[in-house]
């Protein structure tokens, strides 16, 4: 059977909101690598009968199955008599196992209790796997083309039991597919409705190349990925969609694979050998820390100004008082001499600056969400703006993934906005 | 029916691992703390079918079902066919709603096209619901007493849409169960092995109170939870272990409630008349961008300098270049210096500073992690060391956390560390 899989994690703890489920996530990435898809993930109680259920359902659609966490020693750990009832079996206590974690055990000089044995209990038809990272071994069954496979719950041991014991599986799994080719564009600037028009005739259903779409402050990153069975017309299809979407949106596609406008600041500061500083208000540091995210930043970046108060706007970055009380701080005007005066103090090549009203609400008289963004090179300042929705926080990153965007296409040579 | 809940998370990216379902996870914990227990969590690919089966399966486990996702305009997004087969009725496209939605889209001068529209379509039998911080509207089916209520995947939407549209029906639900008593409180700046280790005889399993803990930038928050049937009771139980925990970590809990260590420095701030100003370095506008996430921070915050080359430290900040030369950027001397500088440059009570090595890799021999932070006021200035581990946006993070920390313990007249 074509490899796919289901992951079923078990834990009270998951449905409650206490713990974030970052193994499902993680082993999602894993199979994808592989080429094997994960066609359903699905969180269950520490109940023997969900447990036994949910296994019995994930091997209906599809032949491999993790089933993580419920494996501990205490008396709320069902997995394995939620597997004994799904394979229709009984439980027997693996001797030679129950003599290795007795061992194990006082080596750690703990006493050696019923609750430790339990780890030693087995469906019958299942074998124990080591655990060198915990107690409790990892249950394996396979049976008739199918595997499943249960690990604990606790990531380093999730992580760990998977790639000794399931990937090896994958890799030799009969008539395997290759993992799909793929690669991603990231648009920046434009909402992700007018992408999905612009590319309406690439993002068809059950085309290949397919095409997904994912927003983050304000970027949406394409992954554009083919399952073709030629691994030479897989990538030819791939880089076929990804060129043609680049051409679509030139101004505003960072370059394959590069997901953070801030990596194509970096390019292009050090291609130019530009140096950079800015002045905020409304981001009050996001957009200096979305440049300092790139490793080597020091290169260009030099720093900035948080000018939050209009009084720092005027002692720090030389905006002149009769400015701030003509146009008011969130203003054309002042973003200019913010843009200006940052790029002056600290004598850059390029200033950007930004300012606006994060809210909630209005301020003096200026609605809550209104932005204008700034960049000053030695020929020209360049200043947008913007008026978004959602929120303080919200609003403040979108202010500074817009901003950070400006300063890619300053550098680039390209307009300030998206058409 | 007693509620109970089912989340339904839609899409692809989902089940590839390329982005971590958060959603879930936060609606099990809001859910849990209005007494709804969540019976299941199960992740679906964007396929119309697949969406269809799993909102008719949860129908069958609970009478509260939500799906997230699936909600955009692109094609890839299929939650509302889904629904639509689910219910078995058919989709119209609702004519008020496709006019408001190209109302909005054109006073944002965008173009109004198939897509926008999209977002119009109801299944026979729903009514769309606002969506203030984002296009999709909800979409809800209130039936023979079950409830569907299908929301945008976009994180900020998902939250907003079921804080707005979810939770008030819940409080009203029939039948409700009392929500279990529950409160928490923040620990700053210890580390949650420890914390676990102090509170081991509070964090027994099936004892009542459970105390759950989530760390986050630096902080651990512990949520403190009480099921027992008197109100009274589990109000007494609860207010019980929050007194212990603050006993026995009086310097680093913030009051109850309270999350954020910067809410703290606020309420500290405007009762001592206190205002602030921040120099960073490695941290790079995080810090400030930390202290503005309050709303009101103008009250008392007045900006600061990002200080990523050491000639700004010596320019803005006005930090020697003899001792810069002497000590190097990432030393005591420099942050000394560094909030002094600032605090004097803005006219501020206090100045606060960091600066440090985020990596990757030692910076002029000094190892990766290492963090300095500072504050002054008017009669001292203290100064703190860290050697933070996990790579460089973990650094700075905890860098950030730590700095606002060493603010609120100062502004409270409290040691500067944890013990």
Redo the contacts between chains.
Sequence with gaps: MTPAAVVV?VGD??????V???N?????????ARGV?????????DERG?IAEAVRDALRRAPIVVVGGGLGP?L?DLTRDGLADAFGVSIRRDAVLADALAARTRARGRPVTESTLRQADLPEGCVALENPVGTAPAILREHDGTLVLAVAGVPIEFRTLIERHLLPRIDAWPGRARAPRTDSVTLCGI???????AL?DL???DRDP??????RLGNVTL?VTSTASEDDEARRRVEGDVAEIRRRFSASSLAPGRALPAEAVAAAAVAAGATIA?A?SL???????L???V?G??AY?????????D??KER?LDVPASVLAAHGAVSEAVVRAMAEGVRR??GTTHGLATTGV???GADRGVPEGTVWIAVADASATVAVTF?F??????I?GLAAGRAVDLLRRQLAGLPPTAP
Tied chains: 1, 2.
Excluded: C, K, N
Excluded at 283 to 289: D, K, N, Q, Y
């Design positions: 994690s703890e998951l449905l409650a909101g206490r974030l489920d970052t499902a996530h993680w082993i999602a990435s894993v199979l994808r898809p994960l066609v359903r993930r699905v969180t269950v109680p969900a205490t709320d909402p992700e409705a007018e992408i999905g028009e309406a993002m068809v259903r397919s095409i997904g779409s994912y927003p992954v800015v905020e981001t009050a540091g996001l957009v200096a820390s440049l300092v995210d490793p930043a020091s970046f030099r720093g900035g100004v948080v000018a939050y108060a009084a720092v720090e103090r600290f994060a809210g909630p008026r929705g959602g929120g303080r926080e919200q403040r």
